[in-house]
């Protein structure tokens, strides 16, 4: 009985070690958002919303930037814009690093730590060095910008309304796209490598014997066995873009304006914590909310199958 007893609290202090994590820095800090977001600001620092004035316990909540939320159109604008950009940048990742991660699990186990290593490469050098990198390749002059304008891609991006005019590179849905598609990129290709190593190979001998084509094998087994990884990478791209602020201030321009930009400007040029504060509630529940009812349906769809 000790022995059990002592399992018991083992399972418990590893399962409940996350939940401390979770709540230490996630769950406290937002609800100090929350908290900012229904205060009043004073000259420096919102005011608090609980006071004791007299034996009486007050409890002062402001809505208003809520409300000024829904009346506004460039909040409005710039979350769909967020989410437009993300979404672009989950889909373009999800098509690169899809195959990449598909030789990367097919190829001899002597090169996978090699080209694993690769893919981790980037890591090495400052994430902020790396995007001050394609500021200066995609700028006039710089080899990217050269190989474009030579081809005359810019022209084909500036029909489809990806760069303001042919040779302006920087500053333009295209730019920011770019660097975010190669920044994100390894979060999309480690997953899917993850998933696609653990499969078992003998689906598809099996799906060939029974006179499946190598294409159609791929959308009928490989693809729905490496679901559970591209929803991961998927998750992993999308939640950081939506919020993401060096890369549309360096590469973006006014076109592109996102909601980490928003939050900038209203805590630091505006010095209006609450304001900023409510975008970045609602930020975060426009990507929980759709994500935990997700999940909830994944469960659901999994009860049922047993």
């Given at each position: 009985?000790?022995?059990?007893?002592?399992?018991?609290?083992?399972?418990?202090?590893?399962?409940?070690?996350?939940?401390?994590?979770?709540?230490?820095?996630?769950?406290?800090?937002?609800?100090?958002?929350?908290?900012?977001?229904?205060?009043?600001?004073?000259?420096?620092?919102?005011?608090?919303?609980?006071?004791?004035?007299e034996?009486?316990?007050q409890?002062?909540?402001?809505?208003?930037?809520?409300?000024?939320?829904?009346e506004?159109?460039?909040?409005?604008?710039t979350?769909?814009?967020?989410?437009?950009?993300?979404?672009?940048?989950?889909?373009l990742c999800?098509?690169?690093?899809?195959?990449?991660?598909?030789?990367?699990?097919?190829?001899?186990p002597?090169?996978?730590?090699?080209l694993?290593?690769?893919?981790?490469?980037?890591?090495?050098?400052?994430?902020?060095l790396?995007?001050?990198?394609?500021k200066?390749?995609?700028?006039?002059?710089?080899?990217?910008?050269?190989?474009?304008?030579?081809?005359?891609?810019?022209?084909?991006?500036?029909?489809?309304?990806?760069?303001?005019?042919?040779?302006?590179?920087?500053?333009?849905?295209?730019?920011?796209?770019?660097?975010?598609?190669?920044?994100?990129?390894?979060?999309?290709?480690?997953?899917?490598?993850?998933n696609?190593?653990?499969?078992?190979?003998?689906?598809?001998?099996?799906?060939?014997?029974?006179?499946?084509?190598?294409?159609?094998?791929?959308?009928?087994?490989?693809?729905?066995?490496?679901?559970?990884?591209?929803?991961?990478?998927?998750?992993?791209?999308?939640?950081?873009?939506?919020?993401?602020?060096?890369?549309?201030?360096?590469?973006?321009?006014p076109?592109?304006?996102?909601?980490?930009?928003?939050?900038?400007?209203?805590?630091?040029?505006?010095?209006?914590?609450?304001?900023?504060?409510t975008?970045?509630?609602?930020?975060v529940?426009?990507?929980i909310?759709?994500?935990?009812?997700?999940?909830?349906?994944?469960?659901e769809?999994?009860?049922?199958?047993?």
């Amino acid at each position: 009985m000790t022995w059990l007893r002592s399992l018991g609290r083992g399972r418990a202090a590893v399962i409940g070690v996350p939940y401390l994590w979770l709540l230490v820095f996630f769950l406290l800090p937002f609800l100090i958002v929350v908290k900012y977001s229904v205060s009043e600001m004073e000259a420096v620092f919102p005011k608090d919303i609980v006071t004791f004035n007299e034996g009486v316990l007050q409890l002062a909540l402001r809505l208003s930037n809520y409300a000024f939320l829904t009346e506004d159109d460039l909040y409005f604008k710039t979350y769909l814009s967020s989410l437009k950009y993300a979404g672009a940048t989950t889909l373009l990742c999800l098509f690169i690093g899809y195959p990449f991660a598909y030789f990367m699990a097919r190829a001899k186990p002597s090169v996978q730590p090699a080209l694993l290593m690769l893919v981790m490469l980037p890591f090495w050098t400052s994430f902020l060095l790396r995007v001050y990198a394609w500021k200066g390749l995609l700028s006039e002059h710089g080899w990217a910008f050269e190989l474009i304008t030579a081809t005359g891609l810019d022209h084909v991006l500036s029909g489809l309304g990806l760069i303001p005019s042919p040779g302006q590179l920087m500053n333009s849905p295209f730019s920011l796209v770019l660097g975010m598609t190669y920044t994100y990129l390894p979060f999309m290709v480690l997953p899917l490598y993850s998933n696609l190593a653990k499969m078992d190979l003998r689906l598809l001998e099996a799906a060939a014997d029974l006179g499946a084509t190598a294409w159609v094998a791929f959308w009928t087994v490989t693809v729905p066995l490496s679901k559970a990884g591209i929803i991961a990478g998927s998750m992993l791209v999308f939640i950081p873009c939506v919020g993401e602020f060096v890369i549309p201030e360096l590469l973006g321009g006014p076109q592109t304006l996102m909601i980490g930009r928003v939050l900038w400007d209203e805590f630091f040029s505006n010095n209006d914590w609450p304001m900023a504060s409510t975008v970045a509630v609602v930020m975060v529940l426009l990507i929980i909310v759709p994500l935990a009812l997700f999940n909830k349906y994944q469960a659901e769809s999994q009860e049922v199958r047993k």
